[in-house]
């Protein structure tokens, strides 16, 4: 199994990905019977391989010790065009009618064009690595965190406006507040940037502690309890997107107020534990990483002893 998968190269998912675009384009020219389910599958056969490639490709990274985790041109447009491709599958399945595929899949491939021109620069060091991925870490988990508390605020409007127009006071009172389908609206976006955000802000802090120390602590409470918050936000936006009574009354609403939950018991743990504490980076020392086992390609995704 681990000899397929290293055999899996950049051709596989570019070839699905020109397939699935050939589909898109299909559709005012000729019927192609299952067409939906074949851009479908080529797809996902495209995000598995593209995936599978960037995984492979950092278990190689890791055996080197100059060269940093994802920390090139390279490999951060094949990143790029990795979510790009996931954001056009989510919007076929939950949109199949529309066009989006003419826009995002040629981006995809764009980009991939853009890391295959960047290839032969070299990358970042391990050092220069840890630096921006934590920047990304922090920047992302900030804007997740507050498009959270900002679902929050939205959902308490939505509940206050509603009472109010139940009671018929809205209309008498000059203390307005925008209108159900606006807030409902605010809601929704809200649950999708939370989502996106802390996402890009666990991966590049697993990224981060892979470049800095070479394992990741799995078993930290501030992690486990990202890793949660993360899980719930996927589990919302999936349940916003793929079931329509969920867009209608104040169920989006209720999911935010629960989403604000998850991140208030999320950010205790985190600021109770070392994770939220660590104030002055480690300098990492190449002789340090030499002849350590922990740093080994095999094992950089164990939980430290």
Request: charged content about 15%; aromatic content about 12%; proline content about 3%.
């Amino acid at each position: 199994m681990e000899t397929f998968l290293q055999g899996i190269s950049a051709t596989c998912f570019v070839g699905s990905y020109i397939v699935a675009l050939l589909l898109e384009l299909s559709r005012s020219l000729v019927r192609v019977p299952g067409r939906g389910l074949l851009t479908i599958v080529f797809t996902i056969a495209g995000l598995f391989s593209h995936a599978v490639y960037l995984l492979v490709r950092g278990r190689e990274l890791t055996a080197g010790v100059e060269t940093g985790l994802f920390a090139g041109w390279y490999d951060w447009s094949l990143l790029v065009a990795w979510g790009v491709a996931g954001c056009y599958l989510v919007l076929y399945l939950r949109r199949p009618d529309t066009i989006v595929g003419y826009f995002l899949l040629p981006s995809v491939l764009a980009l991939i064009g853009l890391a295959r021109f960047t290839r032969e620069w070299a990358p970042f060091s391990r050092v220069e690595a840890v630096g921006v991925w934590r920047s990304i870490h922090g920047l992302a988990m900030t804007v997740g965190a507050a498009a959270v508390f900002m679902g929050f605020i939205a959902g308490l409007m939505y509940l206050t406006k509603a009472w109010r127009l139940k009671a018929k006071a809205a209309g008498g009172s000059s203390l307005r507040l925008p209108n159900l389908e606006r807030l409902q609206l605010m809601n929704r976006q809200c649950l999708v940037v939370s989502t996106i955000a802390v996402g890009i802000g666990l991966f590049s802090g697993v990224v981060m502690n892979l470049n800095r120390w070479g394992y990741v602590g799995w078993s930290e409470g501030g992690v486990i309890l990202s890793g949660v918050l993360f899980g719930w936000l996927v589990i919302a936006m999936a349940f916003e997107f793929f079931y329509k009574p969920a867009r209608e009354g104040r169920k989006i609403v209720y999911l935010t107020l629960a989403s604000f939950g998850f991140l208030i018991v999320t950010m205790i743990g985190v600021f109770s534990s070392d994770h939220g504490r660590s104030a002055v980076p480690v300098p990492i020392d190449d002789a340090a990483w030499i002849g350590n086992p922990r740093i080994d390609a095999s094992n950089i995704f164990e939980v430290p002893s």
